[in-house]
């Protein structure tokens, strides 16, 4: 599968060579054309690098992109994205409390649907640090939880198999909405990661996610 990925940082980076170790092709999408052919380099495989109206014309389309500026780059590539299934993984956080600044909703995941109202979105990977997605999975040892949440059934399932084959245990939470919840989840983290924790706290509620 061609999976577009727009931006250049570390949750690209990271979740572009799972996608790549997956046999996957990893469309990577940044400002700089110069940027994205270097870290499609980087992650090796037959990544390529572009620039973001490409990546956005991909089946599968991840929004990596720094959270403030999420939601205009989903608006101005609106068309493209017309039908694809949609990855948003932003976390609207701002120091030094890294509450959510849509704590009152909509999410961000949400602003993202209403800004591409053709594209099939999904909530994933949000609560992951890149950090812990950029370690080998290690054999034997328990996989990153991932939440899904989307109110396209199809999508949803879509983006579980993926999260699977990238080496996750993705949890269906439910609907979009579900996001808001998230989006605080992943600020409760980052606090915590901020106050000392070591990242690698990645929620998890269950040791064993539901099938
Ligand atoms: N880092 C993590 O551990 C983590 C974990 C979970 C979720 N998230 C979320 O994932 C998203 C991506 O985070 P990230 O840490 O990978 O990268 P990031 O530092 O937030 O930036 C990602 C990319 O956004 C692009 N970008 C577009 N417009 C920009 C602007 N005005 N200013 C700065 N960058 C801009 C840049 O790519 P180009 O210039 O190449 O286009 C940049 O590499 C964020 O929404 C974040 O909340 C991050």
Redesign the pocket.
Known sequence: MRVGL????????AIGARLVQAGHTAVI????AQ??AA?ARDIGGDAHGTG?RDAAACEVVI????????VD?VAGLSEVLDGAVLID?????DPPHWESRYAGGPS?AERIADAAPGARVVKA???????LLALPSAAGSEPPQTFIASDDAEAAALVIALARELGTAPVDVGSLRMARHLEAV?GFEVAMVASGFA?AVATRLSAVPPA
């Open positions: 727009l931006g250049t940082g570390p949750m690209t980076r999408g940044s400002r700089d940027r994205a870290v973001y929004v990596a992109v720094h959270d403030p500026v999420a780059v993984l932003g976390n609207p956080l961000l990977f949000n609560t992951v640090y890149a950090e992943a990242a």
